[in-house]
T-cell receptor, first 113, second 117 residues
Framework: LAKTTQPISMDSYEGQEVNITCSHNNIATNDYITWYQQFPSQGPRFIIQGYKTKVTNEVASLFIPADRKSSTLSLPRVSLSDTAVYYCLVVGPMNTGFQKLVFGTGTRLLVSP | GAVVSQHPSWVICKSGTSVKIECRSLDFQATTMFWYRQFPKQSLMLMATSNEGSKATYEQGVEKDKFLINHASLTLSTLTVTSAHPEDSSFYIC?????????????FGEGSRLTVL
């Protein structure tokens, strides 16, 4: 499983765009990049997953360069409720039976008024 | 989306007693469930992988005799913390993957907070 590295914490203000970058230098050819969000005393919640280039959903965008050694989670116009810990994970190929997730340190995002 | 439910949400017990935490997949069948432990301000630590109808696979350093895992059906896995001690106080989270998870997405339970006095 590829190890991931991301900033321990980030601060932002309401309405700003937040970009959280994750490094995964040892990502394998068939691996996918997945981001989860966790609020205090709750289980993680899936945000977005991608393999290459750009993926966008109603919550966030995920940018993955051609070498796939890093990825950036982009949260447009954050609000106070986006204060949470964000985890970047590298997961094996889809439909491989099960996905064993190993969580790194995560990035603690604090959004202030 | 798929729902994974944990029960109880929180539990307080005396040192030396055993505590059982249930993890249920409510609207899908989960061939595999995972159990995590999370201490305050720390990341999730994978404890074990639970497969329906077979023995759980424990991560290095996790005592299988202390953390008993049973995955008796495709919708239920249980974690029993035996002879709990204050150092076992933690947030326990399960996750489940369906029979055909085409997105690779895992669904997590709400977590169970254990406090051992």
């Amino acid at each position: 499983l590829a190890k991931t590295t991301q900033p321990i914490s980030m601060d932002s203000y309401e309405g700003q765009e937040v970009n959280i970058t994750c490094s995964h230098n040892n990502i394998a050819t068939n691996d996918y990049i997945t981001w989860y969000q966790q609020f205090p005393s709750q289980g993680p919640r899936f945000i977005i997953q991608g393999y290459k280039t750009k993926v966008t959903n109603e919550v966030a965008s995920l940018f993955i360069p051609a070498d796939r050694k890093s990825s950036t989670l982009s949260l447009p116009r954050v609000s106070l409720s986006d204060t949470a810990v964000y985890y970047c994970l590298v997961v094996g190929p889809m439909n491989t039976g099960f996905q064993k997730l190993v969580f790194g340190t995560g990035t603690r995002l604090l959004v202030s008024p | 989306g798929a729902v994974v439910s944990q029960h109880p949400s929180w539990v307080i017990c005396k040192s030396g007693t055993s505590v059982k935490i249930e993890c249920r997949s409510l609207d899908f069948q989960a061939t595999t469930m995972f159990w995590y432990r999370q201490f305050p301000k720390q990341s999730l630590m994978l404890m074990a992988t639970s497969n329906e109808g077979s023995k759980a696979t424990y991560e290095q350093g996790v005592e299988k005799d202390k953390f008993l895992i049973n995955h008796a059906s495709l919708t239920l896995s249980t974690l029993t913390v035996t002879s709990a001690h204050p150092e076992d106080s933690s947030f326990y989270i399960c996750s489940a993957q369906g029979l055909a998870s085409d997105t690779g997405e895992l669904f997590f339970g709400e977590g169970s907070r254990l406090t051992v006095l």
